[in-house]
């Protein structure tokens, strides 16, 4: 099982340019979860899934918008980058299917991104 | 509202014992541990539910208090491999279903 993986690993955008970033699981997770970090600080939720077809905001959905046309991938864009979204980016999965989270989030090895 | 881990920092010798602590203005469903070491994502270490369960980590403990709102972490007889920076999440209500807020971080650091 190689578990929640993301692509690309780095990337390095000008302002107003667009990009996807790609997140993967293999171990069948109803939830799935787009979180951003920045220097020195904790975990903010972006958009986050509890099923296919299905999308939420989270705390800071502000600039960014996300699709999970399929269980296994959740996508989150950028339609138009600006440099206070440069940060590192985590996408999480979860089997909570109950509505709580009274299960393990299992994070991908995250996206950093520059926006200059 | 983001969850108040304190202390922010903490440095420790091989061996010494640390108490993280996190509480919330809001009731809990429950909380979360995750250890993150520089460079690399979170890992997941201890859930604590609502009514005293618990899920995790054989060598770390904590606890929760439901009605203060807080939850602690304990690391006892502290090793190197535990140097890294502890986030404390606190389950909350979400439009489409409950969601993860996560605290600043503790930052811990274990010298020999």
């Known amino acids: 099982n190689a578990g929640v993986t993301q692509t690309p690993k780095f990337r390095v955008l000008k302002t107003g340019q667009s990009m996807t970033l790609l997140c993967a699981q293999d171990m069948n997770h109803e939830y799935m979860y787009w979180y951003r970090q920045d220097p020195g600080m904790g975990l903010r939720l972006i958009h986050y899934s509890v099923g296919e077809g299905t999308t939420a905001k989270g705390e800071v959905p502000d600039g960014y918008n996300v699709s999970r046309l399929k269980k296994q991938n959740f996508l989150l864009g950028l339609e138009s980058a600006a440099p206070s979204q440069t940060s590192v980016y985590f996408c999480?999965?979860?089997?909570?299917?109950?509505?709580?989270?009274?299960?393990?989030?299992?994070f991908g090895p995250g996206t950093r991104l520059t926006v200059l | 509202q983001q969850p108040v881990q304190s202390p922010q920092a903490v440095i420790l010798r091989e061996g010494e014992d640390a108490v993280i602590n996190c509480s919330s203005s809001?009731?809990?469903?429950?909380v979360h541990w995750y250890r993150q070491k520089h460079g690399e994502a979170p890992v997941f270490l201890m859930i604590?539910?609502?009514?005293?369960e618990q899920k995790g980590h054989d060598k770390i403990s904590a606890s929760f208090n439901e009605k203060k709102q807080q939850s602690s972490l304990y690391l006892t007889a502290s090793q190197l491999s535990y140097s890294g920076t502890y986030f404390c999440?606190?389950?909350?209500?979400?439009?489409?279903?409950?969601?993860?807020?996560f605290g600043g971080g503790t930052r811990l650091m274990v010298k020999p």
């Open positions: 999480a999965s979860s089997s909570s299917t109950s509505g709580s989270l009274a299960d393990t989030q299992y």
């Open positions: 999440g606190t389950e909350k209500y979400g439009s489409a279903g409950n969601m993860l807020t």
């Open positions: 809001k009731a809990l469903y429950s």
């Open positions: 604590l539910l609502k009514g005293g």
